[in-house]
Nanobody, 123 residues
Framework: QLQLVESGGGLVQPGGSLRLSCAAS????????IGWFRQAPGKEREGVSC????????YYADSAKGRFTISRDNAKNTVYLQMNSLKPEDTAVYYC????????????????WGQGTLVTVSS
């Protein structure tokens, strides 16, 4: 079974940092475009960041630019999202997803989704 599992979420104060992990099983992430998405209660899911195959390019939403960094570790079959200078408006469930074709940014036709990890930014 193709599977993605997110981890690393939790409660953090404004200005703090978290590193989210997206670990794949059943397939190699090397050959997939990987995107990070988030969804807050009552809001539509939005794309946050994306990384292309072979690290040939990345994408960041305006809200994430300068604060978030996406990276791959192919040996661990894992993609990371380092989130710094977190704001209360970053509070959401964060999901990773994979697509075997195309390039960043990704939106539709995602082939594999994780279950999500909750990030709460609050004092």
């Amino acid at each position: 079974q193709l599977q993605l599992v997110e981890s690393g979420g939790g409660l953090v104060q404004p200005g703090g940092s978290l590193r989210l992990s997206c670990a794949a099983s059943g397939f190699s992430m090397d050959y997939y475009v990987i995107g990070w998405f988030r969804q807050a209660p009552g809001k539509e899911r939005e794309g946050v960041s994306c990384i292309n195959v072979n690290n040939v390019g990345t994408y960041y939403a305006d809200s994430a630019k300068g604060r978030f960094t996406i990276s791959r570790d192919n040996a661990k079959n894992t993609v990371y999202l380092q989130m710094n200078s977190l704001k209360p408006e970053d509070t959401a469930v964060y999901y990773c997803a994979a697509r075997s074709w195309g390039s960043c940014p990704v939106d539709g036709y995602l082939e594999v989704w994780g279950q999500g990890t909750l990030v709460t930014v609050s004092s």
